[in-house]
RNA sequence: GCCCUCGUAGCUCAGUAGGAUAGAGCGACCGCCUCCUAAGCGGUAGGCCACAGGUUCGAAUCCUGUCGGGGGCACCA
């Protein structure tokens, strides 16, 4: 990784200053490195300087100066460094270091990118998990999207991660889920029940009574109406979870774990956990019910978890659930959350406090609302209506890369407009297809070469010094870069700043395309061009294996 | 009313662990295929970073307030 090597430079320097006096060094603040976002300063800037600067007393011009003769050279990694105004310290990678990270890329090839070994830290990334009484919609697909590729973002930093779907199987709503499928059940046995009137109302609640009637039949029909409500509940939910499960792994998204809420009802968990809260002294009895006093850790009220009636709230099965979670020895846990929990964040985060755990082991990403558009206009949405568009519609209509590659354009904080029409039928503006593109026009130059007789290099058998255009450098630059890239969308649990890199990657290659012809009649250089284009293949797939988008070979 | 979040180019949005002249895509306008995929490339135009204060050598970024959009304020899940 280039910063931690400019990060080891910087250090000597440093030391180098100290032991020589030139300058009181107190202490040596914590070195950053950004990437420039122009050419004209260098690669890498750090702004130590203007950091030391305060504490000196001195103009940080100066400083960056007594820096700069202070360094040691490494012609093989930095060409030229620089001190700008107002005391940047500005580094330009050498050409030799650009080209030779190529035998590097392509012999890491499918893990170039990934941290070279385990940070030993384990995460656990919690997402989607939604009520299984019907369809999940878009808003549930861009979770998907966002929690799968933090969770491959985290596993390329080195975490261990593990993907889990919490079930919200408990309660209310999936009891009014069972008595509305089993009301439809009965209907379509000629039996007049109703569907009651708060229940689920949706077309989709007829079609799995329909395939539970195809599958089991009559046996439902004999049993007393609760005893069947409940055996039609625990089917329809299953039958939920099986169509989850598929719209998912059609998504790309795997779980390791299906954690079911009742499950913490059928055991122990629930009252453990209230009992640790307890030992812990946060727990009081009030108007008949127990309360946890998440006041004291910063909530604005104090919330119930057993209510009078004796029952658990979903708050306490909740806590129960997270301290499962830590039990488990998670060092972090995620929970990607929809706009519309984010009120419960400060009472879960009081919880695992009241708990005893650090508040900063329970991180929670809130992700806005996707709002469906077709040409502009809002695609209006009701239950009532059935004019529905749910997420596997939506994979149905657009296609998996384009869903999970447009889902993770936005900051997760920000609500998405989609536009359904202009998914589809705007390729040409569609930077989905422009990465894509790039990687298919890759394959389509090596497939010419082959066709041509042409030899591709295998690593280290090419001249890579003959690589001195700067729209190969360039490219080169992005390349080298990516490793230090997906780190910090790690720390930053920033998945979606890859689409951006992804592009920024595709019109470097676009640019060296149009200015520079791979296959000529120069050998040698027609063999470092294609090293090279291999090269950029490798980032630009591994690129997308991240988002979770597929690489095309032709378009 | 209280809490959270957002407000940046005509549109959709990046940029916020304070840093250099605020970026991209789309839309508009002008160019580029005898040649490995034009789903591409180059150029032009477009900004009081909502507003007002404050902190700092330096603020789109941090703090306070105002205005505007979204969300949340259950003994529901």
């Not at 420039?36 to 130590?48: A, C, E, Q």
């Amino acid at each position: 990784m280039i910063r931690r090597r400019l990060e080891s430079v910087i250090d000597r320097t440093l030391q180098g200053i100290r032991d020589s006096k030139e300058l009181e060094l107190p202490h040596i603040p914590t070195v950053e490195i950004e990437k420039t976002r122009d050419k004209k300063f260098g690669d890498y800037s750090t702004n130590i300087a203007m950091l030391l600067a305060g504490g000196l007393k001195k103009n940080p011009m100066d400083i960056a100066e007594i820096f700069l003769s202070f360094m040691p050279s490494e012609p093989g990694f930095i060409k030229e460094v620089k001190a700008a105004p107002p005391g940047f310290i500005n580094f330009y990678l050498s050409d030799d270091f650009l080209t030779s990270s190529l035998d590097e890329i392509e012999k890491q090839d499918e893990s170039f990118g990934a941290a070279a070994e385990t940070n030993g830290k384990s995460v656990q990334v919690e997402f989607v998990s939604a009520n299984p009484t019907g369809p999940l919609h878009v808003g549930h697909g861009r979770w998907a999207a966002v929690g799968d590729t933090l969770a491959n973002v985290l596993e390329a930093a080195g975490y261990q991660v593990e993907r889990e779907f919490y079930i919200n199987d408990y309660g209310n709503q999936m009891a009014l889920f069972g008595a509305s499928v089993s009301a439809r059940y009965a209907q379509l046995l000629d039996v007049d029940e109703k569907v009651p009137e708060d229940g689920y109302q949706g077309e989709y609640i007829k079609d799995i009574a329909k395939v539970l009637l195809d599958k089991k039949g009559k046996v439902y029909f004999d049993m007393n109406p609760e005893f069947r409500r409940q055996a039609i509940q625990q089917e329809a939910k299953e039958q939920v979870i099986e169509h989850f499960r598929l719209v998912l792994e059609s998504f790309g998204v795997r779980f390791d774990e299906w954690f079911s809420e009742t499950s913490l009802h059928e055991g122990e968990e629930i009252g453990k956990a209230i009992q640790e809260l307890r030992d812990h002294g946060h727990v009081f009895e009030k108007d008949g019910a127990v309360w946890l006093r998440t006041t004291d850790f910063g909530d604005d009220k104090d919330r119930v978890l057993i209510k009078e009636s004796g029952e658990p709230t979903y708050f306490a099965s909740d806590i129960a659930y997270h301290l499962d979670k830590f039990e488990r020895g998670f060092d972090t846990v995620i929970n990607v959350w929809g706009a519309d929990h984010h009120g419960y964040v400060a009472r879960m985060k009081a919880a695992i406090q009241a708990l005893g755990y650090g508040s900063e082991r329970l991180e929670i990403i809130i992700g806005q609302l996707v709002n469906l558009f077709r040409k502009g206009e809002p695609v209006r949405m009701s239950k009532r209506t059935g004019e529905m568009v749910t997420f596997d519609d939506l994979i149905a209509e657009v296609g998996p890369d384009v869903a999970r590659y447009l889902f993770l354009t936005r900051s997760t904080d920000s609500p998405l407009d989609f536009d359904i029409e202009l998914a589809k039928e705007q390729s040409q503006d569609n930077p989905v297809y422009y990465v894509q593109y790039a990687h298919a026009r890759i394959c389509s130059i090596l497939n010419f070469a082959e066709s041509k007789g042409v030899a591709i290099p295998g690593p280290g058998e090419a001249d890579l010094k003959l690589l001195k255009e700067e729209s190969e450098l360039d490219l080169i630059r992005h390349m080298v870069w990516f490793p230090d890239f997906v780190e910090d969308c790690a720390t930053f649990r920033a998945p979606f700043k890859l689409t951006k890199y992804a592009e920024d990657l595709a019109a470097a290659f676009h640019l060296f395309y149009t200015k520079c012809r791979v296959v000529t009649d120069d050998a040698a250089l027609t063999s470092s061009r294609l090293a090279l284009v291999k090269c950029a293949r490798i980032v630009l797939r591994n690129t997308l294996g991240l988002l979770g988008v597929s690489a095309p070979e032709s378009m």
